[in-house]
Antibody, heavy 126, light 112 residues
Framework: VHLFESGGGLVRPGGSLRLSCAAS????????MTWVRQAPGKGLEWVSS????????FYADSVRGRFTISRDNSKNTVYLQMDSLRADDTAVYYC????????????????????WGQGTLVTVSS | DIVMTQTPLSSPVTLGQPASISCRSS???????????LSWLQQRPGQPPRLLIY???NRFSGVPDRFSGSGAGTDFTLRISRVEAEDVGVYYC?????????FGGGTKVEIK
């Protein structure tokens, strides 16, 4: 399993950024995917998850209405569109594959993240 | 949202000695399907997190057997039977029983 995030960078408050995560080594459409972030020197924060078909999505309250998770199963890629960015969105954003050992609905099983990418840094600053 | 609380914040350990980390959830993590989706992750310095334990006590692929998990309901423990130098890092508990998934604040394991 290999996950590679891209799209991070420096953006001004109120701006937008789209993160991408290219996956390989597993049947991408069979698994939910998740984004987790880590502010500098801080702990882990779950951001969003998406089911295998892309229909079912979940968001943390801190990003709901501003971030949109999506996926393109033909490209084995998951995205995180981030709008109305704020200084407290500054973090390393990790993409992770979901370990399908849990409850299932909508054709996808959910659980903790089992494989992680190396992360991409998003800095929101004027 | 389920709040995950870890103790201690830091755990200085002598090489070869055991270490123990506690995690408490604000409500039971038992899912309606009968499973408890409590996991432990390790983050070595400068690295992404790595899944160690899932469903309280199951070691993930490739995880050494010196790592073990236990607990039930709202109280869980990660034990390292004999700490090695490569175990230095921050350990997080995480619940995937319900969305939003939540992490504990982390416990730093360091060598004395």
């Amino acid at each position: 399993v290999h996950l590679f995030e891209s799209g991070g960078g420096l953006v001004r408050p109120g701006g937008s950024l789209r993160l991408s995560c290219a996956a390989s080594g597993f049947t991408f459409s069979d698994y939910a995917m998740t984004w987790v972030r880590q502010a500098p020197g801080k702990g882990l924060e779950w951001v969003s998850s998406i089911g295998g078909s892309g229909v079912i999505t979940f968001y943390a309250d801190s990003v709901r209405g501003r971030f949109t998770i999506s996926r393109d199963n033909s490209k084995n890629t998951v995205y995180l569109q981030m709008d109305s960015l704020r200084a407290d969105d500054t973090a390393v954003y990790y993409c992770a594959k979901v370990f399908a050992i849990g409850y299932c609905f909508g054709g996808t099983c959910y659980g903790p993240p089992d494989y992680w990418g190396q992360g991409t840094l998003v800095t929101v600053s004027s | 949202d389920i709040v995950m609380t870890q103790t201690p914040l830091s755990s200085p350990v002598t090489l070869g000695q055991p270490a123990s980390i506690s995690c408490r959830s604000s409500q039971s993590l038992e899912h309606s399907d009968g499973n408890t989706y409590l996991s432990w992750l390790q983050q070595r310095p400068g690295q992404p997190p790595r899944l160690l334990i899932y469903k309280i006590s199951n070691r993930f692929s490739g995880v050494p057997d010196r790592f073990s998990g236990s607990g039930a309901g709202t109280d869980f423990t990660l034990r390292i039977s004999r700490v090695e130098a490569e175990d230095v890092g921050v350990y997080y508990c995480m619940q995937a029983t319900q969305f939003p998934h939540t992490f504990g604040g982390g416990t730093k394991v360091e060598i004395k």
